[in-house]
């Protein structure tokens, strides 16, 4: 059983940051193609970014590119989604994903239904 808890919502100013985590218990996160996904109320959940087997954003969103990253610490078996430069768009309910077999096709990364487990999300809110 692959268990995802995330942490580290919460409100933040425009132009602020968040660091939020996926805390993975079950296996590996090496194990899995790992994501980053959002939505927000009355919208389809939308892909963000996604974490190479390397430990870096192996592909983001147009949207977030150059603000946001991905990156892993096999050690506590976390992985993390940096936001940096947040604007009010960015406004959602984040999830962290995990995939056993996703691979790094754009087009499939971005398929929500391509992940097999999901987290519960975690609420950031960017507003003055």
């Known amino acids: 059983q692959v268990r995802l808890v995330e942490s580290g919502g919460g409100l933040v100013l425009p132009g602020g940051s968040l660091r939020l985590s996926c805390a993975v218990s079950g296996r590996s996160t090496s194990d899995y193609r790992m994501a980053w996904f959002r939505q927000v109320p009355g919208k389809e959940r939308e892909f963000v970014a996604a974490l190479g087997k390397g430990g870096g954003t192996i592909y983001a969103d147009d949207s977030v590119r150059g603000r946001f990253s991905v990156s892993r610490d096999n050690a506590k078996n976390t992985v993390y989604l940096q936001m940096n430069e947040l604007k009010p768009e960015d406004t959602a309910l984040y999830y962290c994903?995990?995939?056993?077999?996703?691979?790094?096709?754009?087009?499939?990364?971005?398929?929500?239904?391509?992940?097999?487990?999901w987290g519960q999300g975690t609420q950031v809110t960017v507003s003055s």
């Open positions: 994903a995990a995939g056993r077999d996703v691979p790094v096709i754009p087009t499939i990364l971005r398929m929500s239904g391509k992940y097999d487990f």
